[in-house]
Protein backbone atom coordinates (compact mmCIF):
# COMPACT_ATOMS: atom_id res chain seq x y z
CA UNK A 1 0.00 0.00 0.00
CA UNK A 2 1.16 3.64 -0.95
CA UNK A 3 1.79 6.15 2.07
CA UNK A 4 0.08 8.81 1.85
CA UNK A 5 3.03 10.96 0.78
CA UNK A 6 3.34 8.71 -2.38
CA UNK A 7 -0.18 8.56 -2.72
CA UNK A 8 -1.28 10.27 -6.26
CA UNK A 9 -5.31 11.18 -6.96
CA UNK A 10 -6.42 10.03 -10.22
CA UNK A 11 -8.08 12.71 -11.51
CA UNK A 12 -10.63 13.08 -13.93
CA UNK A 13 -12.34 15.74 -16.18
CA UNK A 14 -15.53 13.51 -16.39
CA UNK A 15 -15.89 11.81 -13.09
CA UNK A 16 -17.99 8.87 -14.40
CA UNK A 17 -17.93 6.72 -10.58
CA UNK A 18 -19.04 10.41 -9.09
CA UNK A 19 -22.09 10.90 -12.17
CA UNK A 20 -22.96 7.36 -11.92
CA UNK A 21 -23.47 7.84 -8.05
CA UNK A 22 -24.99 11.05 -8.35
CA UNK A 23 -27.56 10.02 -10.49
CA UNK A 24 -29.00 6.66 -9.10
CA UNK A 25 -28.32 6.25 -5.31
CA UNK A 26 -27.93 10.09 -4.04
CA UNK A 27 -30.73 11.04 -7.03
CA UNK A 28 -32.94 8.41 -5.46
CA UNK A 29 -31.98 9.46 -1.63
CA UNK A 30 -33.29 12.68 -2.24
CA UNK A 31 -36.41 12.18 -3.75
CA UNK A 32 -37.46 9.97 -0.83
CA UNK A 33 -40.83 11.22 0.97
CA UNK A 34 -39.42 14.06 3.60
CA UNK A 35 -36.34 15.09 1.78
CA UNK A 36 -35.32 18.15 1.51
CA UNK A 37 -34.51 19.40 -1.95
CA UNK A 38 -30.89 20.84 -1.88
CA UNK A 39 -30.86 24.55 -3.76
CA UNK A 40 -27.53 25.93 -4.65
CA UNK A 41 -27.72 30.27 -4.54
CA UNK A 42 -25.02 32.57 -5.92
CA UNK A 43 -24.21 30.70 -9.17
CA UNK A 44 -24.37 33.50 -11.19
CA UNK A 45 -20.93 34.35 -9.25
CA UNK A 46 -18.85 31.55 -9.79
CA UNK A 47 -16.85 32.42 -12.39
CA UNK A 48 -16.74 30.49 -15.90
CA UNK A 49 -13.47 31.22 -17.31
CA UNK A 50 -11.56 29.26 -14.15
CA UNK A 51 -11.59 26.52 -11.36
CA UNK A 52 -12.66 28.32 -8.21
CA UNK A 53 -12.48 27.10 -4.64
CA UNK A 54 -15.13 26.49 -2.58
CA UNK A 55 -15.28 25.77 1.60
CA UNK A 56 -17.15 23.87 3.61
CA UNK A 57 -17.02 24.44 7.33
CA UNK A 58 -17.70 20.48 8.79
CA UNK A 59 -15.88 17.33 7.81
CA UNK A 60 -19.36 15.68 7.38
CA UNK A 61 -19.27 12.87 4.33
CA UNK A 62 -22.86 13.34 3.60
CA UNK A 63 -22.67 17.21 3.55
CA UNK A 64 -19.51 16.58 1.03
CA UNK A 65 -21.58 13.88 -0.74
CA UNK A 66 -24.69 16.22 -1.32
CA UNK A 67 -22.62 19.20 -2.24
CA UNK A 68 -20.87 17.30 -5.23
CA UNK A 69 -24.86 15.86 -5.96
CA UNK A 70 -25.67 19.38 -5.93
CA UNK A 71 -22.78 20.15 -8.77
CA UNK A 72 -23.83 17.67 -10.67
CA UNK A 73 -27.40 18.46 -10.59
CA UNK A 74 -26.40 22.20 -12.16
CA UNK A 75 -24.61 20.62 -15.00
CA UNK A 76 -23.65 23.79 -16.19
CA UNK A 77 -20.92 24.13 -13.62
CA UNK A 78 -17.16 22.26 -13.78
CA UNK A 79 -16.82 19.18 -12.07
CA UNK A 80 -15.60 19.36 -8.71
CA UNK A 81 -12.59 17.38 -6.56
CA UNK A 82 -13.06 17.49 -2.66
CA UNK A 83 -10.85 16.99 0.26
CA UNK A 84 -10.82 13.93 2.54
CA UNK A 85 -9.26 13.27 5.59
CA UNK A 86 -6.52 11.45 4.59
CA UNK A 87 -6.67 8.60 6.82
CA UNK A 88 -8.94 6.94 4.97
CA UNK A 89 -6.64 6.11 2.66
CA UNK A 90 -5.34 2.96 5.25
CA UNK A 91 -8.60 1.21 4.17
CA UNK A 92 -7.92 -0.42 1.03
CA UNK A 93 -11.71 -0.18 -0.06
CA UNK A 94 -12.19 3.53 0.81
CA UNK A 95 -8.64 3.82 -0.95
CA UNK A 96 -9.53 2.32 -4.03
CA UNK A 97 -13.66 3.82 -3.97
CA UNK A 98 -12.02 7.73 -3.84
CA UNK A 99 -9.00 6.80 -6.15
CA UNK A 100 -11.63 6.44 -8.70
CA UNK A 101 -13.48 9.49 -7.84
CA UNK A 102 -11.53 13.12 -7.49
CA UNK A 103 -11.19 13.34 -3.89
CA UNK A 104 -7.91 14.54 -2.50
CA UNK A 105 -6.25 13.50 0.33
CA UNK A 106 -5.97 15.95 2.99
CA UNK A 107 -3.52 15.72 5.59
CA UNK A 108 -4.77 15.60 9.23
CA UNK A 109 -2.08 16.38 11.89
CA UNK A 110 -3.87 14.45 14.84
CA UNK A 111 -3.65 11.83 13.07
CA UNK A 112 -0.43 12.09 11.91
CA UNK A 113 0.75 12.22 15.82
CA UNK A 114 -1.63 9.31 16.67
CA UNK A 115 0.26 6.99 14.41
CA UNK A 116 3.61 7.97 15.31
CA UNK A 117 2.52 7.68 19.44
CA UNK A 118 1.27 4.02 18.36
CA UNK A 119 4.91 3.34 16.83
CA UNK A 120 6.54 4.78 19.36
CA UNK A 121 4.56 3.43 22.61
CA UNK A 122 2.65 0.95 21.28
CA UNK A 123 -1.01 2.20 22.27
CA UNK A 124 -3.08 5.12 21.06
CA UNK A 125 -2.59 8.56 22.98
CA UNK A 126 -5.37 9.69 25.47
CA UNK A 127 -7.14 12.89 24.48
CA UNK A 128 -5.45 14.63 27.12
CA UNK A 129 -2.04 13.65 25.79
CA UNK A 130 -2.94 14.01 21.78
CA UNK A 131 -3.99 17.85 23.10
CA UNK A 132 -0.40 18.47 24.30
CA UNK A 133 1.18 17.38 21.59
CA UNK A 134 -0.72 19.42 19.01
CA UNK A 135 -0.29 22.53 21.14
CA UNK A 136 3.63 22.16 21.20
CA UNK A 137 3.44 21.63 17.62
CA UNK A 138 1.45 25.05 18.25
CA UNK A 139 4.27 26.35 19.78
CA UNK A 140 2.96 26.78 23.12
CA UNK A 141 5.24 24.99 25.95
CA UNK A 142 5.36 22.26 27.50
CA UNK A 143 3.12 21.74 30.61
CA UNK A 144 5.33 22.53 33.72
CA UNK A 145 4.15 19.54 35.52
CA UNK A 146 6.17 16.15 34.90
CA UNK A 147 4.76 14.13 31.54
CA UNK A 148 3.16 11.05 31.73
CA UNK A 149 4.65 7.73 30.82
CA UNK A 150 3.50 7.35 27.44
CA UNK A 151 4.62 11.10 26.72
CA UNK A 152 8.35 10.62 27.86
CA UNK A 153 8.85 8.08 26.03
CA UNK A 154 7.32 9.50 22.68
CA UNK A 155 9.14 12.63 23.40
CA UNK A 156 12.62 11.26 23.94
CA UNK A 157 15.27 11.11 21.35
CA UNK A 158 18.28 8.01 20.41
CA UNK A 159 19.57 8.97 23.61
CA UNK A 160 16.89 8.69 25.60
CA UNK A 161 16.49 11.73 26.69
CA UNK A 162 13.01 14.51 26.37
CA UNK A 163 13.80 16.37 23.13
CA UNK A 164 10.19 18.27 22.66
CA UNK A 165 12.19 20.45 19.70
CA UNK A 166 13.76 17.79 18.10
CA UNK A 167 10.25 16.40 17.70
CA UNK A 168 8.64 19.74 16.20
CA UNK A 169 11.62 19.44 13.59
CA UNK A 170 10.87 16.12 12.62
CA UNK A 171 7.63 16.84 12.48
CA UNK A 172 7.75 19.92 10.22
CA UNK A 173 10.51 18.36 8.21
CA UNK A 174 7.91 14.84 7.65
CA UNK A 175 4.54 17.23 7.23
CA UNK A 176 6.27 19.40 4.93
CA UNK A 177 6.74 16.13 2.25
CA UNK A 178 2.51 15.88 3.00
CA UNK A 179 2.04 18.93 2.24
CA UNK A 180 4.18 19.18 -0.63
CA UNK A 181 2.07 16.14 -2.28
CA UNK A 182 -1.13 17.77 -1.04
CA UNK A 183 -0.50 20.94 -2.98
CA UNK A 184 0.47 19.06 -5.88
CA UNK A 185 -2.94 17.70 -6.23
CA UNK A 186 -4.77 20.90 -6.27
CA UNK A 187 -2.62 21.99 -8.90
CA UNK A 188 -2.90 18.85 -10.96
CA UNK A 189 -7.03 19.28 -10.20
CA UNK A 190 -7.29 22.77 -11.08
CA UNK A 191 -4.90 23.33 -14.11
CA UNK A 192 -4.52 19.53 -15.74
CA UNK A 193 -7.86 18.61 -14.96
CA UNK A 194 -10.14 21.99 -15.09
CA UNK A 195 -11.63 20.87 -11.71
CA UNK A 196 -13.05 23.12 -8.81
CA UNK A 197 -11.58 22.26 -5.15
CA UNK A 198 -14.26 21.66 -2.24
CA UNK A 199 -11.87 22.35 1.14
CA UNK A 200 -12.65 21.79 4.55
CA UNK A 201 -12.26 24.54 6.67
CA UNK A 202 -11.15 22.51 9.97
CA UNK A 203 -8.24 23.49 12.48
CA UNK A 204 -6.89 20.05 12.64
CA UNK A 205 -6.39 19.77 8.65
CA UNK A 206 -3.39 20.97 7.64
Not at 46 to 69: E, G, M, R, S
Not at 139 to 161: C, I, R
Amino acid sequence: MQSRDTYKANFRNTPWPELIYANTVKRFIHHLPGKNEIILQGLENIPAAHPVLFVINKPDPKLITDFVYSIIKYNNIRYTSYWIPDHILHYPLWRKLFNWGNAIPAPTRAIFVEEDFIHKTGRKPSPHELKIILNILDGQNAPTEEFETGLQTFFKNNKDKLAIHNYRDYFDSRYAIIIKTFINSHRRATRDHNLNVLAILDRDIM
